[in-house]
């Protein structure tokens, strides 16, 4: 067993997540993975199943948690994060499962972490510039600009709030107060990277290339954008009436 897991929420993904898997089974550093999948019609979590059949011969290593129809992003990481602290993962990771993130990364974050003494690493976009390879130039700036308001917002000290390419150490996800978490999409993300921030921990940016997936479906919706618009602005607000204690 690794001291360090990636969870990868799936709904759809059969055309990606057997090649995830194999290339991050591949890495030179050992990752376990833990898929969390919402019901997918198109069969994911057979396949997953077919190959916990190979990898968890010796060691178990591929994790599947299936659940009951589209719940949502936020909620997925939510369980994925329970299951993870449940099993002593010294450091969780979160990772989509179409490459827009490139899996070498992986090591890159969960090394900021355990030899920086970070407590939650970024896989940043625009740290360095924009670093977004494929996307439309609307879809660019209006990721851009969002991060943008955030900062503009919370006064939170990241670049790329919307990021979802992220390591955490244990410790924040058992600081941070799991079932008060209420946003799914964009918003989710931004009210980690806030909390965590609120509660006191070190937070690193590194710089990463994003690019679009090249296979299924994108799950982006404008309704995701309008949850993160209001939700800072409710993160925020929240934020004046409560103590933030580790």
Request: glycine residues 6%; aromatic residues 14%.
């Amino acid at each position: 067993m690794s001291n360090a897991i990636v969870i990868i929420p799936t709904y759809n993904e059969r055309e990606n997540i057997g090649l995830m898997i194999n290339t991050v089974f591949s890495l030179e550093r050992p990752i376990d993975i833990l898929i969390v999948d919402d019901n997918s019609p198109d069969g994911t979590a057979k396949i997953v199943e077919d190959l916990q059949q190979k990898f968890n011969q010796l060691r178990h290593r591929l994790h599947l948690l299936r659940r009951h129809g589209k719940q949502g992003l936020g909620t997925a990481y939510i369980a994925g994060f329970q299951y993870a602290l449940e099993k002593d993962y010294a450091f969780i990771l979160e990772m989509d499962a179409d490459f827009s993130h490139d899996p070498k990364d992986l090591v890159r974050l969960i090394e900021t972490c355990e030899t920086d003494t970070y407590d939650m690493a970024i896989g940043s976009r625009y740290i360095t510039g924009v670093n977004v390879v494929n996307w439309p130039m609307g879809r660019v700036l209006l990721s851009w600009f969002a991060s943008r308001y955030v900062r503009f917002i919370t006064s939170m000290p990241v670049h790329d709030t919307t990021a979802g390419f992220i390591c955490y150490r244990r410790k924040v996800l058992e600081t941070i107060p799991l079932k008060e978490i209420k946003f799914v999409g964009y918003a989710f993300q931004i009210e980690l990277k806030f909390k965590t921030w609120k509660y006191g921990f070190k937070l690193k940016e590194i710089p990463i290339i994003f690019t679009e997936r090249t296979r299924g479906q994108s799950k982006m919706s404008p309704g995701i954008f309008k949850e993160a618009f209001f939700g800072v602005l409710q993160l925020e607000i929240q934020s004046w009436f409560k103590k933030y204690t580790s």
